[in-house]
């Protein structure tokens, strides 16, 4: 595999974050004018990861493993600390999905809103328009301010809407498990037929079963460092063992490093 | 293939960003749409909000500097038409400005979700501002033709100024929109700022009460062109050239930092936020 072709290429990005009781007047003219010493946490260190063409990567590890983080910085919603990353087209991400709703706002006019911003023009929003509605099914509430929506409702019409973007790949962080048994069954046939149709995904679960079936190759993730990656098969399989072995382990507390 | 993008922690940006936002220039209109329509969604008056807003403040500023001062504003017609010309250039500004210094914290949710230019949040909430404006403007022509201001034809390029006071409250509101989000308080201070410095524009008043040991506060205001302008083209007086000229200036002096400070700012702010 050359990396000419990838879609995406991370070379030792990492990404800190600082912690602390958020910002006030005085830390912020510190940081706006200095580099000043914060409690930071490192919650991806020094990341390598590829996606080609075809490919599907799933990412697995404990809460603060640093999955969301890495999709976020595909995403090019946070920018990195230190590395770089290379990206090759146009990705629809799937991360907190129906955060980019308005609860005021109907079904449809969410639906042109969320479209543009993921760059869709209206012509093609109203042309997949019915595709998205039937997806979700959510036709009848259609013309409904989304307040009134359910969970699954809003859940799936995120879903609908961002699967039917021209992307060159996918970003998808831990939604398929919140929807129900028939819509993820839908999801997971969807994600399938768009990787073996050219496209490819990165998705990060802890749907270790659902992994196996998508993905070709898996990353373990810890402390924002990567354990293990191989063929998926492999390193689930080691993963599943190590929580065995010390099944205490899921969501411990992340010690802070202290910066320079 | 499609072309390679790099990101690195410092990632060349383009030098305003004003390329890119032209490329998502759909997400500005969508932007702008959202909120028109949100905006007074459940409300009894609807729409209408859009104009009492101003009058109230051309009621308030008539009663207290006319009515209670006794000031005259030395120009035919009545004086809430000549108040109305002024508080309408001024909401345009002070509006545009506030609602863009907010824009970032109030839609967080947007930028943890979405990559899209974040300038196009402050300089869209610029938008709903200058349609009010716009629908204030007929009804300042309403009130005058009802009070018996004789109009000249050069009304019809006065919305022009609105559009002017739009670009200052956002040159003013997209620095202060990143800075928001590090510095809260300074939210706190602005409905205050705009309020002295609305004061300090001969919005209620004319610029003749000003004495002349204050004379440079009118000449350091920057809004004090565009108020005086509109009143200028809207009742056919002459047009303030000095002052008009400086706003300009001023204007690409204030927007072009504040388009630099808002880049290096906004990348980082969703970590802050």
């Given at each position: 595999m050359s990396s000419s072709s990838a879609l995406v290429v991370m070379r030792g990005v990492t990404k800190r974050y600082r912690l602390g009781s958020g910002p006030t007047a005085a830390t912020a003219l510190r940081g706006l004018f200095s580099r000043g010493h914060f409690d930071e946490?490192?919650?991806?260190?020094?990341v390598d990861l590829e996606l080609q063409p075809g490919q599907t990567v799933g990412l697995v590890g404990?809460?603060?493993?640093g999955k969301s983080t890495i999709l976020r910085l595909l995403a090019e919603i946070t920018p990195p600390t230190e590395g770089r990353i290379e990206l090759r087209g146009r990705p629809s991400s799937l991360l907190?999905?129906?955060?980019?709703?308005?609860?005021?706002?109907t079904g449809r006019e969410n639906i042109l809103f969320s479209g543009a911003i993921y760059g869709m023009t209206r012509a093609e929003i109203r042309e997949k328009l019915p595709r998205i509605v039937e997806m979700a099914q959510v036709d009848r509430f259609l013309?409904?301010?989304?307040?009134?929506?359910?969970t699954g409702m809003i859940l799936r019409l995120g879903i609908a809407i961002a699967m039917h973007v021209d992307a060159d790949f996918m970003l998808i962080d831990?939604?398929?498990?919140?929807?129900?048994a028939s819509f993820q069954r839908q999801l997971e046939s969807r994600i399938g037929a768009y990787v073996r149709g050219g496209g490819a995904a990165i998705i990060a679960s802890h749907e270790l079963e659902l992994l196996e079936r998508l993905c070709h190759t898996a990353v373990h993730l810890d402390q924002g460092r990567v354990v293990r990656r191989g063929p998926a098969r492999d390193v689930l399989d080691a993963y599943r063992a190590d929580l065995d072995q010390k099944?205490?382990?899921?969501?411990v507390e992340r010690k802070p490093v202290l910066s320079k | 293939m499609a072309q390679v993008k790099i990101i690195t922690p410092r990632s060349h940006r383009p030098l305003l960003g004003i390329a890119e936002l032209v490329r998502h220039r759909r997400v500005l209109y969508f932007l702008v749409w959202r909120d028109i329509k949100v905006?007074?969604?459940?409300?009894?008056?609807g729409a209408a909000w859009a104009v009492v807003h101003p009058l109230i403040n051309v009621v308030v500023l008539t009663f207290v500097?006319?009515?209670?001062?006794?000031?005259?504003?030395?120009?035919?017609?009545s004086y809430a038409a000549f108040t109305f010309g002024g508080v309408l250039p001024w909401t345009v500004f002070a509006a545009s400005a506030s609602r863009a210094a907010g824009a970032l914290i109030g839609n967080a949710h947007l930028l943890g979700r979405y990559y899209f230019p974040r300038l196009a949040l402050p300089l869209a909430a610029c938008g709903a501002p200058l349609v009010d404006a716009m629908v204030g403007f007929v009804v300042y022509l309403i009130l005058a033709a009802a009070t018996g201001q004789t109009l000249a034809g050069t009304v019809a390029v006065a919305p022009l100024v609105l559009f002017m006071s739009a670009l200052w409250g956002s040159a003013v509101g997209i620095a202060l929109s990143a800075a928001v989000v590090w510095i809260r308080d300074i939210r706190q201070v602005l409905p205050l700022l705009f309020q002295a410095w609305m004061l300090a524009t001969p919005v209620g008043y004319?610029?003749?009460?000003?004495?002349d040991k204050y004379a440079f506060v009118i000449a350091l205001n920057p809004m004090v062109g565009p108020v005086e302008t509109f009143r200028a083209l809207a009742t056919g007086g002459p047009l303030p050239a000095e002052s008009l000229v400086l706003s300009a200036v001023a204007l690409v002096a204030v927007g072009v930092p504040s388009l630099l400070f808002f880049r290096a700012a906004s990348q980082r702010c969703i970590d802050v936020i």
């Open positions: 946490v490192e919650a991806v260190s020094k404990s809460n603060g493993a907190d999905v129906g955060a980019g709703f308005h609860y005021e706002l013309d409904t301010p989304m307040k009134r929506y359910s831990e939604i398929i498990s919140a929807a129900d099944p205490d382990s899921e969501g | 905006r007074y969604k459940q409300t009894a008056l500097f006319h009515s209670l001062a006794n000031v005259q504003s030395g120009a035919q017609g004319p610029a003749s009460l000003v004495p």
